[in-house]
């Protein structure tokens, strides 16, 4: 296949020859070791069979119970809508979105848009919205968290297991079939087969002014003069994927100082306040993070406590504290090892979404437990707060652009 000559790094800013790669073979960044690129084998009809398995298990997952509770002779299904639904009618609409959002919408929509892709590439075909479709596989891939919600079941699973007794459904293995199904369509994808086939809109051009460099498209990856960008009146714009281009993320200091600030200031109600509360034979009890955390340990379930543990206390302190030295580096002008702090940076963008587990969670806890005063589950507050920074902190790693921590130091061309 044909890979773009030249490939500008999107974690240090290098711009480098792109080598010619054996099956299978991955190319990496020679300055901060990011991959640049991994060969993948039949990648299109590889990824279109797993995309269709996944839209089959997708529909069994949400169409059928993935869980049943029962309790004194009383019975309780729960799908993936009802706890969403449940939320909703509670009146924690913001929770209900977000849950919905992670572990419905976006990976349906994904597998939809994966699949409404490959089908034309398939047939040798190249249909003008083709680009742009697939543009929002990228953008929604981060928020697709069915893997996270998997491991929300167990959590409840094992919480409510003094209580009832949990009956898993038919949906349950399907959904774990489409996890695995999911996360073979993601490493058999191979972006740049599917660019390679776009061919190179022609339109109007800005006029090119001194000292004018190349420009690289954060999203196809492509490498341009400025002069071969096209000019909408308002933007420069890829002539393969149309996104908008930039050298570097747009206010990318702004944006994150702004989403970091709001994560903490969410932080301290977020802990401080109950997420839940589980009303059991008349008595209530009401839950923070670790509260929830000490229960699981105190009833000798320390795996899981652990997991939860790490997932929403740890992580999302260790998310904002390396966002907050990454942008202090960067605006004090540090030196320090820009490998590093790169290769920091890449674990933040990784771990942010396992802090969804206790959002899950209460979703799970509140769709199954619904027997009225003999027991029952609301969402409170503190999940409110939880969800927001989890959110935040998300949006946080993603407006923030890892090639400023190179900007300050020489660049070397390869
Ligand atoms: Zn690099
Ligand atoms: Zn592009």
């Known amino acids: 296949m044909n890979r773009d000559a030249l490939t500008e790094c999107l974690e240090c800013g290098l711009l480098q020859r792109n080598p010619a790669l054996p099956p299978g073979g991955t190319a990496v960044c020679v300055r901060c070791g990011n991959v640049l690129h991994r060969d993948r084998p039949d990648s299109i009809n590889r990824t279109l069979a797993l995309t269709i398995a996944g839209i089959v298990l997708f529909v069994i997952a949400n169409a059928f119970p993935f869980l049943a509770f029962e309790m004194r002779g009383q019975e309780t299904q729960t799908t993936l809508m009802t706890g969403v639904m449940d939320l909703w009618r509670g009146g924690n609409v913001f929770i209900a979105a977000v849950v919905f959002f992670t572990s419905v919408l976006a990976p349906g929509l994904q597998l939809v848009l994966l699949l409404v892709v490959l089908v034309p590439l398939m047939l040798e075909r190249v249909p003008p919205w083709l680009p742009r479709l697939f543009r929002w596989v990228r ?69 090119p002014c001194a000292g004018d460099g190349h420009l690289a498209c954060d999203v196809c990856e492509l490498v341009m003069s400025r002069e071969s960008a096209l000019w909408d009146g308002r933007h420069l714009r890829c002539p393969r994927c149309t996104d908008v281009l930039h050298a570097r993320k747009p206010r990318s200091l702004q944006h994150t100082w702004a989403l970091v600030m709001a994560a903490i200031a969410f932080y301290i109600p977020a802990n401080l306040l109950p997420i839940m509360t589980v009303t059991s034979l008349g008595q209530s009890q009401s839950d923070t993070i670790l509260s929830g955390v000490i229960f699981l340990f105190e009833h000798g379930m320390w795996p899981l406590a652990v997991i939860v543990f790490i997932a929403s206390i740890f992580v999302p302190m260790l998310k904002l504290l390396i966002l907050l030295s990454l942008l202090l580096s960067v605006q004090l002008g540090w030196r320090w090892s820009p490998r590093e702090r790169t290769r920091l940076y890449r674990i933040t963008e990784a771990i942010g979404r396992w802090s969804m587990v206790d959002i899950y969670v209460v979703t799970i ?50």
């Open 139 to 207: 953008t929604l891939t981060p928020w697709g968290m069915m893997d996270v919600f998997m491991v929300g079941i167990l959590v409840s699973v094992v919480k409510l297991s003094e209580m009832a007794t949990m009956v898993p459904g038919a949906a349950l293995f399907a959904f774990g079939a489409l996890i695995l199904v999911l996360a073979g369509a993601q490493s058999a994808l191979d972006p740049d087969q599917v660019w390679s086939r776009v061919p190179l809109a022609r339109g109007p051009s800005k006029p």
């Open 365 to 414: 806890l509140v769709a199954l437990v619904r027997l009225g005063n003999l027991a029952s589950v609301q969402a409170e507050a503190g999940a409110v707060y939880f969800c927001a920074v989890v959110m935040l902190t998300m949006l946080a790693a993603m407006s923030f652009d890892p090639r400023l921590i190179w900007d300050g130091l020489e660049r070397k061309h390869v």
